[in-house]
C-alpha cells in the first residue's frame, strides 16, 4: 500500500509541524497522520464562550496536531472548530459524526456539519455510538445510512467512513466485518481488561478488516487523571497498543501543551510495565470501566434494557436522534 500524506490536492504534504510528532499510517490510502489528535469536548464543548476554545484549536494546530474530532452531538463543537480552522483548512483533518442509522436523516445530519464547519467536505464521518445488535440490519438496511455514505463519498463530501462505540466491542466487530471502514474510534485505557474488552474483540476486527483504530477515552473519560493517574503514562499505555493515534479532549491550553510534549516523547511501554498499570489498583480499574462499558449485575442488565431500546427508536424511527 502506498503511504501518502493528506492535502487539499493530495499533492502537497501536511505544513511540517514545529515539533517532531512521530507519525502512523491512517485509513485504507494509508495518510500519515500525528499520533495525538484533539478531541472536541472539554473545553470546546463547555466553555460559555467561543473565544478560549477558538484559542485553544488554533494553538493545537501551532503544535502540530492535525487530527480534530467533534461531533453534532458536543453542542457548540462544530461551530467553534469550523471559526478556528477558517484560513487553515490545509492543515486540519476533520473527523465529525452523525447519530442517525437512516440515510435521509443522516445526509441533512452531514449537510449540517459541513456548513458549521465552515468547509466543503469532512476527512471522516463516523456512525457515532454503535449500542445494539439490531443496529446492523438498519445501517445495511433498505434506506440505511450506508448508501447515503458512499454517495457523499463520490461526491467528494465525505473522504472516509468510520465507526465509534463506547459500549459493545462484539457489535463493533461483527459491522466491521460487513463493510470496508476506513476507521473504529473505542475506549483505550488500561481498564479495558474490566468487562468485555475492546483490545481483545474489537482491535482484531480491525487488523483483520484493515481499519485503523483510533483510541478515545485514553484518560478514563477524566476519572483516572482526577484519581491521580499520570496522564502521561495513560498516554503512552494507548499509543503503546496497535493504534493509528489517540484523541485527547483538553481543559486548557496547558493540558494541551503538556499531552503534546508527552506525545512528542512518546516511547513504547514495555509489557511488565502496562501490566502493572492494568493490576495495580483493581478497584480502580472497575469503577472507569462503568463510566462507558457494558457490565454485569442490575446496572449491566439496565445498560443492556437501555441499548435494546435505543436501537429499537433507530431502527424505527427515522429522523430519531441518538448517541
Given amino acids: 500500500m502506498t503511504t501518502t500524506r493528506y492535502s487539499d490536492t493530495q499533492d502537497t504534504p501536511f505544513p511540517s509541524a514545529p515539533r517532531p510528532f512521530p507519525t502512523r499510517p491512517f485509513g485504507r490510502d494509508a495518510i500519515e497522520l500525528p499520533v495525538l489528535g484533539l478531541g472536541g469536548q472539554s473545553l470546546i464543548q463547555r466553555c460559555p464562550d467561543d473565544d478560549a476554545p477558538v484559542e485553544l484549536i488554533g494553538r493545537a494546530l501551532d503544535l502540530g496536531i492535525r487530527y480534530i474530532d467533534t461531533a453534532p452531538l458536543y453542542g457548540p463543537s462544530e461551530r467553534r472548530v469550523g471559526i478556528a480552522i477558517k484560513g487553515r483548512r490545509s ?22 456539519s459541513l456548513k458549521l464547519l465552515g468547509t466543503d467536505y469532512v476527512d471522516l464521518f463516523q456512525l457515532h455510538c454503535f449500542f445494539h445488535q439490531s443496529e446492523i440490519g438498519t445501517v445495511f ?11 457523499a463519498r463520490e461526491e467528494g463530501l465525505v473522504r472516509r467512513i468510520g465507526i465509534t462505540g463506547h459500549y459493545s466491542p462484539s457489535v463493533l466487530a461483527e459491522i466491521l466485518r460487513r463493510y470496508p471502514f476506513d476507521s473504529v474510534l473505542i475506549p483505550v485505557n488500561p481498564a479495558d481488561g474490566v468487562g468485555d474488552s475492546f483490545l481483545d474483540t474489537t482491535l482484531p ?15 478514563g473519560a477524566g476519572y483516572l487523571t482526577h484519581k491521580r493517574q499520570n496522564p502521561t503514562h495513560l498516554l503512552h499505555w494507548a499509543l503503546s497498543q496497535p493504534v493509528s493515534l489517540a ?18 516523547h512518546f516511547q513504547p511501554m514495555d509489557a511488565a510495565r502496562m501490566r502493572e498499570m492494568e493490576t495495580g489498583e483493581p478497584e480502580l480499574m472497575q469503577h472507569c470501566a462503568r463510566i462507558y462499558k457494558r457490565y454485569g449485575g442490575v446496572r449491566g442488565t439496565r445498560i443492556a434494557v437501555r441499548n435494546w431500546l435505543a436501537a429499537q427508536a433507530a431502527r424505527l424511527l427515522p429522523g430519531w436522534w441518538h448517541c
Avoid at 484523541?247 to 512528542?264: P, Q
Fill in 141 to 151: 438496511g433498505r434506506g440505511g445510512v450506508m448508501r447515503m455514505l458512499e454517495k
Fill in 205 to 219: 476486527a480491525a487488523r483483520e478488516t484493515g481499519a485503523s483504530v483510533v483510541a478515545m477515552k485514553v484518560m
Fill in 91 to 112: 492543515e486540519v483533518f476533520i473527523a465529525t459524526k452523525t447519530g442517525y442509522r437512516r440515510g435521509s436523516s443522516a445526509r441533512r445530519s452531514l449537510e449540517r
Fill in 247 to 264: 484523541i485527547v479532549s483538553c481543559r486548557s491550553i496547558r493540558d494541551l501543551e503538556a499531552n503534546v510534549e508527552a506525545a512528542v
